[in-house]
């Protein structure tokens, strides 16, 4: 349908228009699609599909993977505080083509689900280096026939340009992947995902087995690690992550966004310390998200990350310095300054540790003027605002060159 979906905040629950446990937020809207012709719009609380309630993003993928291209859905909405009815009709979503190289849509199996990959392969013959990209936290398709400029498209359309072949795994229940829907989806089932890949990439006929490296982005800079952990690669690039456990990210990062969002100081010391409740609930803990909540409401504020229960608890509890030390391949690190969701300090915790266990085999680049969505930002205040107000930006160009000129040197 062309909606990225995520759940309810409290808010929306408490104001009477729907019953306890129903509806779910629409958080984008993909140009070109269905969701987009038929007038729905960021914010819209989704409740219900041709009567039937809707409670989780699997109530609306399973309506849509039902129908075909062509059906129409009468949709009951809630935008502004009132109640409105829309009529979807689904159209087929086409490929993505670019010009000068090739797109190919396939499949791998993943313990006999099918899950979508999606490779770029340059105009060149012979065996060529590739590339399996991992994306970040969040349920979301991977595929872009709608938009070129979409921050990930333009990255690994710059990779083919620059001769590598690329290759994106689609989550779970996501895009033409089967599966349990994304958001119920632990983190370990999703890094089997990703080897599967890997796998298959490694054994197409057009791809050097011995030159293929992993390029992860946010998350993905430590699911990246995960699946190089289980199947080897030339190199690794991870971009905006994080070198800390999870439980201090987490912290780290929200007195950091309360301070850009012009808290007053004497109220910072107080949201951290719900913030510190919430997250030691869930992440050490390891109390269901919905038991916290019963507790303490407040925290729904606070855990509002959208991945499954499991899927954090399983980040939270990896030692990432000893994964990176256990990893032999190259590594690539990329902070851009204007991030307000990572840190350099983040990067430099792998860099070190990386470089104590192989001298050398670690680099470190900060790019002045880029934020965590590779958009060209001023400083951290800037992509800050911009992101409340669901504004994109430019593309930082110099991005995929920096990271073709590293994975060239290793080819």
């Known amino acids: 349908m062309g909606i990225s979906m995520t759940a309810l905040p409290e808010q929306h629950a408490a104001s009477g228009l729907l019953p306890k446990g129903e509806g779910i937020l629409i958080e984008r809207i993909i140009p070109g699609s269905s969701a987009e012709k038929a007038g729905l719009l960021k914010g819209d609380v989704l409740a219900k599909i041709n009567d039937d309630a809707i409670r989780s993003s699997a109530d609306v993928i399973g309506v849509v993977r039902a129908n075909r291209a062509g059906a129409a859905l009468r949709l009951s909405l809630i935008r502004d505080g009132k109640r409105e009815e829309r009529i979807v009709q689904l159209i087929g979503q086409p490929l993505e083509t670019t010009e000068g190289f090739e797109t190919i849509y396939e499949a791998v199996d993943v313990e006999g689900v099918l899950r ?42 710059s990779l083919t340009r620059q001769g590598f072949v690329t290759m994106r795994v689609e989550k779970s229940g996501m895009g033409d992947s089967e599966g349990a829907p994304c958001s119920q989806v632990d983190m370990l089932t999703e890094v089997k995902g990703y080897v599967a890949g890997l796998k298959a990439l490694k054994a197409k ?32 690039v991870a971009m905006s992550t994080i070198g800390s456990t999870w439980f201090e990210y987490e912290l780290i990062n929200r007195r950091r966004q309360l301070k850009l969002a012009g808290t007053e100081p004497q109220k910072i010391g107080r949201q951290m310390q719900l913030k510190q409740w919430c997250m030691n609930a869930l992440l050490i803990e390891r109390q269901p998200r919905a038991q916290i909540l019963e507790k303490r409401p407040e925290c729904a504020a606070e855990m509002e990350i959208p991945s499954s229960d499991s899927y954090l608890q399983q980040i939270a509890a990896q030692d990432l310095p000893g994964l990176w030390t256990r990893l032999k391949p190259d590594t690539l690190l990329i902070y851009g300054s204007a991030d307000f969701l990572t840190s350099s300090d ?66």
Request: hydrophobic share 35%; net charge negative; aromatic share 10%.
């Open 116 to 157: 979508r990959t999606i490779v770029t392969k340059p105009p060149r013959d012979g065996k060529q280096p590739a590339v399996l990209f991992v994306g970040g936290v969040g349920c979301y398709s991977m595929d872009y026939p709608f938009d070129e400029k979409a921050n990930y498209r333009q990255i690994l359309s």
């Open 205 to 236: 006929p057009f791809v050097n087995a011995d030159k293929v490296f992993i390029v992860g982005h946010s998350i993905g800079g430590i699911v990246g690690p995960l699946v190089a952990d289980e199947e080897p690669v030339r190199g690794i």
């Open 346 to 411: 983040e990067h430099r915790e792998i860099l070190d540790v990386l470089n104590a266990a192989r001298p050398g085999s670690a680099t470190f680049v900060e790019i002045a003027d880029m934020d965590h969505y590779f958009y060209k930002m001023k400083d951290q205040k800037e992509s800050f605002l911009a992101r409340r107000e669901d504004r994109g930006g430019e593309v930082h160009t110099e991005l995929g060159n920096i990271i073709g000129s590293w994975l060239k040197e290793r080819i």
